[in-house]
Every structure is written in C-alpha cells, then in structure tokens.
C-alpha cells in the first residue's frame, strides 16, 4: 500500500476529470515525480484490459537506467511484480490483462526532425518523464497519437508529465500561464517541492542545500526564475532591466521588422529613437503587402527615412523588402567589419554577430523597451533568455543558438528577439560609413 502525497491526490484528480488532458507534475528534485507517474501507469493497465500506454523520456538508455528502475520498484511496493513482463528486446512492458506500456526515446534525432517513428503509433496515454529534455513538438506528438481504445473505456486523452524548471516550453506552455493564471483549461500544473515529500530523508534535503546556487534554486526552491546558464549572453537582472531604463538615449529614428505570413509566426515591427523602443505593432495573420503598408504608415508617422528601415529578407520578408526597397536583413550572412578597426569579426553569420552586440548593449543598460503590456513583457524576456552561445565547447567562430533549437525551446518563434537584434544592424552599418569617409 502506497499512500499519496496531498499534490499527488491532486494531480489524480486532473487525471480523471474529463477537461483536462495535459498534466505537468513537478517543478523541483524529490517530489516524487516518476514514483506518481509509473503508480499512474500501472494503475491504468489494471483497470483497462488491452489498453497501450507511453512511457517516455529524451533517451531511451536513461529511461531504463532510471524510470524503469523506479517502475519495477513501484511493482515490489504495490505486490504486483508477478503481474508485469517486461521484454528487453521489444522494450514493451506487458500486464497479463494484455494492457501495455511501450517505452519510447523522444529525443530529437537531426534524422526525424517530425518524429516520423511515432507515426503509426497508437496509444491510450502517456507518462513522459522529465519532459523538460524533450522539445516541444515530441509533446505534441504523442498527444497526437493518443487514440487507442478511449471510446471503448469512455476516456479522453491524457498526458502526464515531470520535470524539473527549465526555461523553456515547460515554462511558457505550463507555468508561466499558471502564475499569471492564463492556464489553458486543459492544461494543469502542479508544482511539487522535495519539501512536500516526508518520506525524504533529512540527509537528502541537506545534499540538495548544499548544491550551487542555480542547482539549489531550482531542484529545491522550485525556482523557475533562475537561470545562471554559462551559455548565456545576457545577464537576467539587466534583462529585466530593459523595461525601466528609460536614462537610455533618444537620437535617430528607425524600424525593425520581423515578417512572418498568414498566421506562420508573427510579423513584429518595432519603431526605435535611439536606443529607445519606443512602439511595437504585431500582426498574427498577414500578407506581404498589409506588412509593407504598415512600415510606410509608421515610416510617416514618425518621420523615419527609408535607409533607416531593416525588414528581415529571409523568406517572405524578402516581399517586403522589394516593395518598400530597404535595407534586407539576411541571417546567414557574412558578420559586418568591425566599424573601428574594418576587420571581420570572428562570427558564424550576421544574426550571432548582431545578438552579441545586442547582449552587450542590454549587459550595458542601453537599451530601453517602453511598453506597459506585461504580456508582451513576459514573451520577450522569455525570448531573449534564449539568446545563448551555441557549442561553447567547442573552438572555431562565435554563434547563437539556431533559431529551430529556439523555436523547439519555447514552443514558439522568437519574433519579438529577432525584430530587437536587428537594430543593431545600424550600429554597426552607420558607423561603417562614418569611418570610411
């Protein structure tokens, strides 16, 4: 017999209710995170004859090594051993009411960049552990396949998730609608300290005191705040900052557009004076010429010349581009020279050079965003978090993270992140120009 915890209860409650289908369990270490998700599963397999359930996690090799292990503990405690068949080869736990779980790698292979391998499943549920190593779309995925067998037993899809806080779409999808309690109503979260579990030895909690400061924020305060990543560019206080340095310098007026179209992403545009973000105007659905028109209705309004106006040429921002006949922003490009000493600066391409010189601005406090929206606020901290060295390991030219590994972060494009980086373009291109001649 096997007593739940009172945030176990409540999660078993959202697990049975027929609103809701995607459950998040967790949020720090020793919660008891896979001990309820595998209880979960077995409880599921006793009640419901030939059904199919997912156990998953990033890699299949820790799966086994870890909530596996849990799974066949949970067995021993429950006195239900005998009663499950795990075979090795097929990695496919079988009950002897002829219900399954099928244990599943979602780790995101460059080879199945859609998760191709999960096409043909179907499944009755699923339990994902530590969900906050998977990307977003493996979540959607498996969503996507559970089917099997739900009309017979009179269910709805449901999904179970654990993780730890991470910055990325376990933040925006589950916990940060939840603190601002925007939480979609088929979504719950429920964070679960190692404090709630009395079963923990003091010893344990005492180890998790005693970690560094991001670890002991996160895997025992639950903090989803803090972030001390090394790859990280920019400093999380001065990130918050950007909304109140309004100290920062006025000066020449620009635009910064970011096109996206017909509801594929967004188009952002922000209008600058100086370092100072002054408005920003974003359309979900749109076409090129809608886009266009709206940058030559700011241009007027705020008096910005046409050489002050840099539209991401990537896509069908190239549209925008060739009606407005601005400046093209192309990602992949070769870095511009270092306006003071007219070398080449050493960067994979123009993005990563013009989001370091973002970085380096916000670290500095010159940049000011005037916006009161909290909302948009909240998106575009959560998107220049992202702004991170990419394979920092490894020797060669500085580059950021790609802009799919962000997307697949946040479960969303950066848009907002992009459209700011691209007023850098200027700093470095006017000043070009004022040291040549």
Same mark, same amino acid.
């Given at each position: 017999m096997i007593?739940?915890?009172p945030k176990?209860e409540?999660?078993?409650?959202?697990l049975?209710d027929?609103?809701?289908?995607?459950?998040l369990y967790?949020?720090?270490?020793?919660g008891?995170?896979?001990?309820f998700?595998c209880?979960w599963?077995?409880?599921?397999?006793?009640k419901?004859?030939?059904?199919?359930?997912?156990?998953?996690?990033?890699?299949l090799?820790?799966?086994k090594?870890t909530?596996?292990?849990?799974f066949?503990?949970?067995?021993?405690?429950?006195?239900?051993s005998?009663q499950?068949?795990?075979?090795?080869?097929?990695?496919?736990?079988?009950h002897?009411?002829?219900?399954?779980?099928?244990l599943?790698?979602?780790? &995101?292979?460059?080879? /199945?960049?859609?998760?191709?391998s999960?096409?043909s499943?179907?499944?009755t549920?699923?339990?994902?552990?530590?969900?906050?190593?998977?990307?977003f779309?493996?979540?959607?995925?498996v969503?996507s396949?559970?089917?099997?067998?739900?009309?017979?037993?009179?269910?709805?899809?449901?999904?179970?998730g654990?993780?730890?806080p991470?910055k990325n779409?376990?933040?925006?999808q589950?916990?940060?609608?939840f603190?601002?309690?925007e939480?979609?109503?088929?979504?719950k979260?429920?964070?679960?300290?190692?404090?709630?579990?009395?079963h923990?030895p003091?010893?344990? &909690?005492?180890?998790?005191?005693q970690?560094?400061?991001?670890?002991?924020?996160?895997?025992y305060?639950g903090?989803w705040?803090?972030?001390d990543?090394?790859a990280?560019l920019?400093?999380? %206080?001065?990130l918050q900052d950007?909304f109140?340095?309004?100290?920062?310098?006025?000066?020449?007026?620009?635009?910064?557009a970011d096109?996206? %179209?017909?509801?594929r992403?967004?188009?952002?545009?922000g209008v600058?004076?100086?370092?100072r973000?002054?408005k920003?105007?974003?359309?979900?659905?749109?076409?090129?010429?809608?886009?266009?028109?709206?940058?030559?209705?700011l241009?007027?309004?705020?008096?910005v010349?046409?050489?002050?106006?840099?539209v991401? /040429?990537d896509g069908v921002g190239g549209?925008?581009?060739?009606? &407005?006949?601005?400046?093209?922003?192309v990602?992949?490009?070769?870095?511009?020279?270092?306006p003071?000493?007219?070398?080449?600066e050493?960067? +994979?391409?123009?993005?990563?050079q013009?989001?370091?010189?973002?970085?380096k601005?916000i670290?500095?406090?010159?940049?000011?965003? /005037?916006?009161?929206?909290?909302?948009?606020?909240?998106i575009?901290v959560?998107?220049?978090?992202q702004?991170k060295?990419?394979n +920092?390991?490894?020797?060669?030219k500085?580059?950021?993270?790609?802009?799919?590994?962000?997307k697949?972060?946040?479960?969303?494009s950066?848009?907002?992140?992009?459209?700011i980086?691209?007023r850098?373009?200027?700093?470095y291109r006017?000043?070009?120009e004022?040291?040549?001649?």
């Amino acid at each position: 017999m096997i007593r739940l915890l009172p945030k176990q209860e409540n999660a078993v409650y959202y697990l049975n209710d027929k609103v809701t289908n995607e459950v998040l369990y967790g949020g720090a270490a020793g919660g008891g995170k896979s001990a309820f998700g595998c209880m979960w599963l077995i409880q599921n397999c006793q009640k419901y004859p030939k059904s199919r359930w997912l156990m998953g996690r990033s890699k299949l090799k820790t799966l086994k090594e870890t909530t596996l292990n849990t799974f066949f503990d949970i067995c021993a405690q429950l006195g239900v051993s005998d009663q499950f068949h795990y075979n090795q080869q097929s990695g496919v736990i079988t009950h002897l009411n002829g219900s399954e779980i099928i244990l599943k790698d979602l780790f &995101l292979y460059p080879s /199945d960049p859609n998760f191709d391998s999960l096409g043909s499943l179907e499944i009755t549920g699923a339990f994902i552990d530590e969900c906050n190593q998977i990307v977003f779309k493996a979540w959607q995925i498996v969503k996507s396949r559970i089917r099997y067998k739900l009309k017979e037993f009179g269910l709805i899809p449901k999904m179970l998730g654990s993780c730890n806080p991470a910055k990325n779409w376990t933040y925006s999808q589950f916990y940060h609608p939840f603190r601002k309690k925007e939480l979609k109503p088929y979504r719950k979260f429920i964070q679960a300290l190692p404090t709630d579990n009395p079963h923990l030895p003091e010893s344990y &909690l005492e180890s998790l005191r005693q970690l560094d400061e991001n670890s002991k924020q996160r895997l025992y305060y639950g903090n989803w705040e803090y972030d001390d990543d090394p790859a990280a560019l920019i400093d999380f %206080r001065k990130l918050q900052d950007i909304f109140t340095n309004d100290f920062a310098h006025g000066g020449l007026m620009y635009i910064t557009a970011d096109i996206a %179209r017909y509801g594929r992403d967004k188009t952002v545009i922000g209008v600058w004076c100086g370092y100072r973000l002054i408005k920003i105007v974003e359309f979900g659905k749109n076409s090129i010429t809608e886009a266009a028109d709206k940058i030559k209705e700011l241009a007027k309004e705020y008096e910005v010349p046409l050489s002050h106006i840099i539209v991401d /040429d990537d896509g069908v921002g190239g549209g925008v581009v060739d009606i &407005l006949k601005c400046e093209g922003f192309v990602n992949n490009s070769r870095p511009l020279d270092n306006p003071e000493t007219m070398e080449q600066e050493n960067y +994979m391409n123009l993005k990563s050079q013009m989001y370091y010189a973002l970085a380096k601005c916000i670290n500095e406090s010159k940049i000011w965003i /005037d916006i009161s929206d909290g909302g948009i606020q909240d998106i575009i901290v959560q998107e220049l978090e992202q702004v991170k060295q990419h394979n +920092m390991d490894k020797d060669g030219k500085k580059q950021v993270l790609p802009k799919e590994v962000v997307k697949e972060l946040l479960g969303r494009s950066p848009d907002y992140a992009d459209m700011i980086m691209m007023r850098m373009w200027f700093e470095y291109r006017f000043k070009f120009e004022f040291y040549v001649r």
